[in-house]
């Protein structure tokens, strides 16, 4: 059995050729996960104590230790945006897979890969609040951070994230463009909403970076509406 993508709209069949629904209740899922993973960034990066923008550790570090409460219940959230992200990257870069082969798969090495690798990589939230946590000094933990920003492993995985992110984008845009599947707009903006988050981080503006996130549900949204009503054209069949 091997997975083989199909034109879009087109019902499964069963062996005597009657066309057969796939299961709603899952459509609707997908498409719940499609809009919930840029929705969960915002959302925790608005209960986080800092500045999402903010690039002076000190700083950071300090915003933490004086809402621990308040980070612990948002490092939940991002870490449920990590899971729910990478779940929703990966359906959309399979709907584009079904319509556009090579820049759907292009954007899943490059957006799903770049949002797997962010999300496996240790985080400035949880080693301060690690840090606070046994005692240490906020002096050292922002020496730490600064430790852990120098590995070189960690750099490479940064510049992956953030050209992954923005390529990947723009990639699966191009791929929807091209399939004429979705409106025209909703692939625009596709296109726009990394490079516009992205942009915010660069520039410091913090209404950029979430404008990006928003941008990026907008699109996903249109896409799951899709899915809700036919899936992701994505089908097995038997060879």
Request: with cysteine; proline share 5%.
């Amino acid at each position: 059995m091997t997975a083989t993508p199909s034109p879009a709209h087109v019902p499964v069949t069963s062996a005597s050729g009657a066309a057969v629904e796939r299961i709603r209740p899952l459509r609707a899922v997908m498409a719940a996960v499609m809009v919930l993973g840029p929705l969960l960034f915002i959302t925790a990066s608005l209960m986080s104590p800092y500045d999402m923008t903010e690039d002076k550790l000190s700083k950071l570090v300090g915003d933490i230790a004086a809402n621990e409460g308040q980070e612990k219940a948002a490092s939940w959230v991002w870490m449920a945006f990590g899971f729910v992200m990478i779940a929703a990257t990966l359906l959309v870069c399979v709907y584009v897979m079904a319509r556009s082969p090579k820049l759907g798969l292009t954007g899943l090495l490059l957006l799903a890969g770049g949002v797997t690798a962010a999300s496996v990589t240790p985080s400035y939230d949880l080693i301060t609040l690690a840090g606070l946590d046994k005692g240490v000094d906020q002096d050292t933990i922002v020496q730490i951070l600064k430790g852990t920003d120098g590995l070189p492993m960690l750099m490479a995985v940064g510049i992956w994230f953030i050209g992954g992110i923005v390529l990947g984008s723009v990639v699966l845009g191009i791929g929807l463009l091209r399939s004429r599947s979705v409106p025209a707009w909703a692939a625009w903006v596709l296109i726009a909403a990394m490079p516009v988050n992205v942009a915010g981080w660069i520039l410091g503006v913090t209404v950029l970076a979430y404008a990006g996130f928003a941008l990026l549900a907008v699109a996903f949204g249109v896409l799951a509406l899709d899915v809700a009503r036919n899936g992701t054209g994505w089908v097995r069949a038997v060879s």
